[in-house]
């Protein structure tokens, strides 16, 4: 089962280079993981504790996963990935158990980075998490905070946390020692659109006449992830017109098409 809830990657392939317009999350997230990772031994002499967790918060889709991902393989570290959601569990007692098989596992994987995504499944304010299993959920959270404490004697292990809905959060979790460190993954601005962009047409066959700055410009509002799928979609436009250079006019299907996408999905979770 343990399998199941867990991504495990001994080396993700995500470099910070591949990460658009995050400069100032990337050295926050450096700060505050690689560095106790890679130092340890300095923070001793210092005789401060590292930073225990990380928090990453901000809409879907911008980059979160992908500075875990990164700062796993720039350490040389196991990344391993468990859905919040996944942690709420039926039985009584299940949920503490997966985390316990979490740190386990990456104790046995060190240094290893957990990351969990989607923590507001198991630390939402009570008031408004509207699950029955309201206790066995605080009792999961109880866990992943008691194993967070032990960390000095853990070694090499270190624990991000991402979420889309920052509000919703318990904060008794953000209490010195556990998640201390709030690192806010907005949407791109412009730079950081083009950069995206840029990052994620790289590999592709693209016409002197694309300006990658001006769809930056007609971007506002597409996060990361939307950039990642309009490049895709007008490479596609290309393809199904019998061409292997990508142009203007497919970005611009591309965008209406991502656009409309985007609409269908107002109003129903992500
Ligand atoms: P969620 O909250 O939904 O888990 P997330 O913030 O973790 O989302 P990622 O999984 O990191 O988002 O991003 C999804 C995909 O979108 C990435 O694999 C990548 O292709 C693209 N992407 C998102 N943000 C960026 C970025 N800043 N730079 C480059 N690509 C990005």
């Known amino acids: ?29 450096r700060e505050a993981v690689e560095e106790p990772l890679l130092n340890a031994e300095q923070f001793r002499e210092v005789g401060i504790d590292p930073p225990s967790g990380v928090l990453l918060h901000g809409p879907p889709g911008t980059g979160k996963t992908m500075l875990a ?6 350490t040389d570290a196991t990344f391993i990935k468990m859905a919040g959601s996944e942690l709420v569990q039926k039985f009584i007692g299940e949920g503490a158990k997966l985390v316990r098989d979490l740190f386990e596992l990456a104790a046995e994987r060190e240094p290893a980075i957990i990351f969990i995504d989607e923590i507001d499944a198991i630390a939402a304010k009570r008031t ?3 699950t029955s ?8 959270m109880m866990q992943l ?11 090499e292990i270190r624990i991000i946390a991402a979420t889309n809905r920052f509000d919703m959060l318990d904060r008794a979790i953000l209490r010195p020692g556990r998640f201390d460190r709030l690192i806010e993954v907005p949407e791109p601005g412009p730079e950081g659109r083009e950069q995206i962009l840029e990052i994620h047409t790289r590999e592709m066959n693209l016409a002197e006449s694309v300006d990658l700055d001006d769809w930056a410009g007609e971007t506002a509002g597409f996060t990361g992830a939307e950039l990642a799928s309009l490049t895709t979609e007008a490479g ?11 142009r203007s006019e497919d970005f611009e299907d591309a965008i209406e098409k991502v656009e409309a996408e985007d609409e269908d999905s107002v109003g129903t979770p992500v």
């Open 145 to 155: 905070l008691s194993e967070m404490d032990g960390f000095e004697d853990r070694g």
């Open 128 to 130: 408004e998490s509207k």
């Open 133 to 140: 299993g309201d206790a066995e959920v605080q009792r999961t």
């Open 1 to 29: 089962a343990r399998a199941q809830a867990m991504e495990v990657d001994a080396s993700p392939e995500v470099v910070y280079d591949d990460i658009g317009g995050l400069e100032e999350q990337t050295r926050e997230v």
């Open 69 to 74: 991902k990164a700062v796993a393989n720039e």
């Open 236 to 246: 596609m436009f290309a393809i199904r017109d019998g061409r292997t250079a990508v």
